[in-house]
């Protein structure tokens, strides 16, 4: 097997402007849309009717937020500028609304990934506000009857508990549009561009670099190597050993670009990203094998790619959030596709911190994409050597 994969290395002389073509043009792609993205903010207008500390508070962490141009208007001026096209969206906070727990009342005239990212941004804030709102106002409550005799550990569970039962069942924020309530979801523009253009373009080099195998075919190698020492399964597992070590090079280069260079946050678990790339890798590479073992021969199989890799991405939310997509059945496409998975559950980790239990789901849902495709990939192939 180690000559299999240094025959690979070896090749690559060969055809090294193919693979150095899909790897810069990556990179160009990448930097030029995430330097774009960094750059361009949305405009949003708020009109503080309430002019509390608490909803000054909100307003103060909103103007914080990368994305966002907050500007404070009067209501009359915010509604100017939304039919102005000056901004997409508007925000007003009323009379009352926190202390009487109303819903905010949001302004727009169509809907958009903008639009969507406030409403996601704005919940994640006023919960974040609201947390630190209630948690000083108990630890005051109890410091002021504090018993000096009182142990340490019934005062944190003094304090936890009235936390927990003032929070308890209070969503902290219902925003209204066209008299229907609305969640939004978190959203990050910057990371959404930079990771689908990243599981978009390693598509390509995932499934060319299994297309080896053809290659191999047509020149006699592959007939040479099944009657050579090597056994098919060592045969098999070198090509998607050499498939994989190109895909996962390629996201590592892109991810260390996106870090260093554009300043993407891939949060502090980095180790949580990498097992769902390695787990999308393996999906994508079981793709390409069965389109491997269902082409004719090479020509067939590179105009097949473009069409199906442009396909998954447009379908899993590389170009867009799959949260706007309403269609019912691109969704349940969707449902079927790697590149929902990977996305969804890379998004999950760095913009929500998730954990260990949030990827597992995703990652056997890829992998088990992985076992159908390769399964029927080399079986199909195998049928076809046997003819």
């Not at 043009?25 to 774009?36: H, K, R, V």
């Not at 020149?219 to 050993?241: A, C, M």
């Not at 069965?290 to 590179?302: D, G, H, M």
Request: proline share 2%.
């Amino acid at each position: 097997m180690k000559a299999l994969l240094w025959g690979r290395i070896v090749h690559l002389n060969y055809n090294y402007k193919v693979y150095l073509l899909m790897f810069v043009l990556p990179i160009i792609f990448f930097l030029a849309f995430g330097l774009t993205a960094q750059e361009s903010k949305v405009n949003i207008i708020i009109t503080d009717e309430e002019e509390t500390a608490f909803s000054e508070k909100i307003i103060t962490e909103l103007s914080e937020s990368k994305p966002f141009n907050v500007h404070v208007l009067s209501r009359d001026s915010l509604y100017r500028n939304i039919s102005e096209g000056n901004s997409e969206v508007g925000l007003i906070i009323e009379k009352g609304s926190f202390e009487e727990g109303r819903a905010l009342k949001l302004v727009k005239i169509k809907d958009s990934v903008a639009i969507a990212s406030f409403e996601g941004t704005l919940r994640s804030v006023i919960q974040k506000v609201q947390y630190e709102k209630t948690l000083t106002i108990e630890i005051v409550n109890v410091i002021s009857s504090l018993n000096k005799n009182d142990p340490i550990d019934a005062v944190y569970s003094h304090v936890s508990n009235s936390v927990n039962e003032k929070l308890n069942g209070k969503m902290p924020i219902r925003t209204v549009v066209n008299d229907q309530i609305s969640e939004g979801f978190a959203y990050d523009h910057q990371l959404q561009v930079m990771l689908g253009f990243m599981l978009f373009f390693t598509i390509y080099t995932i499934m060319f670099s299994i297309g080896e195998i053809m290659n191999d075919k047509k020149h006699g190698v592959w007939n040479r190597l099944i009657i050579s020492p090597l056994t098919k399964l060592q045969l098999y597992f070198g090509n998607f050993l050499f498939s994989f070590t190109i895909g996962f090079a390629q996201m590592l280069l892109l991810i260390l670009l996106s870090k260093f260079i554009i300043g993407i946050n891939w949060s502090e678990q980095l180790i949580l990203v990498f097992i769902i790339l390695a787990c999308y890798i393996f999906s994508i590479m079981a793709i390409g094998m069965f389109l491997v073992s269902v082409s004719k021969n090479i020509q067939q199989l590179n105009s097949i790619v473009p069409i199906i890799a442009v396909s998954m991405a447009m379908l899993g939310g590389a170009f867009w959030p799959m949260e706007i997509v309403t269609a019912k059945a691109l969704v349940l496409l969707s449902k079927i596709n790697p590149v929902t998975y990977g996305m969804q559950a890379i998004k999950d980790v760095v913009i929500l911190d998730g954990s260990w239990n949030s990827i597992v789901v995703p990652c056997a849902i890829l992998l088990l994409i992985g076992l159908i495709f390769m399964s029927i990939g080399v079986r199909l192939m195998e049928h076809k050597t046997d003819e």
